[in-house]
């Protein structure tokens, strides 16, 4: 008889989400990426690991959590308030600039996020094929062109700027921003289909090398 494969000695998908912030007592980011952490998505473990809403703490945990998990593909995740849809951010920009205090009060204006880094960077997910994913399941999604210049942004360019610098250069990421949750704000989206649209995402980055060539307008 074969004997089942140990999960630990699958390659791994680091999944992370934020604690909540500003007035807010839940984040969706993170109880829909903790909801697929263990989980077995082609062949790939995936982990959810929390950052802190913070300029300052955030950096240090995702660069322990890449170097401790050496995942084969990134997606970080964060709230959208107002958004309607899952928004898959296709750039992260060398801008900190925060309209309200981070959970360590804390409120950069027009910083960089790394002195000496490029303006920005492209996310290495197929967007396109993600949203197609998405929207063929009955779950809203769009491709965005800001992930807005407080902290997500900030872990946005961090993982761009430290997978572009890694020696294997083979790891995929970027950044997915996620809608309220019923009773936090409007527009908003079940947790449910947060959790289903996450795990349709994570199996279409992990299965697509090469992005659907889709015009924005077909897909909106
Ligand atoms: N959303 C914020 C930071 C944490 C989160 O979940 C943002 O969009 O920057």
Redesign the pocket.
Known sequence: MPQPVPTSSLPTVLLT??DA??GDSV?P?WLAAKALHDDVVHGHRCVAAQLP?TFAGSEGVLLKLLRTHKPSLVIC????GGRPAFSLERIAINVDDARIA?NAGAQPVDAPVAMRGPAAYFSSLPIKSMQQSLMTAGIAAEVSQT??T?????VFYLLMHTLKRQRNRSTRGGFV?LPYLPGQGLPCMPLQDMVRGLRLAVACALVTKQDAVIGAGALN
């Open positions: 989400g934020f912030f500003g984040n980011s809403t995740l964060g709230l959208a981070d992930a807005g407080f902290v997500c942004n900030h921003h």
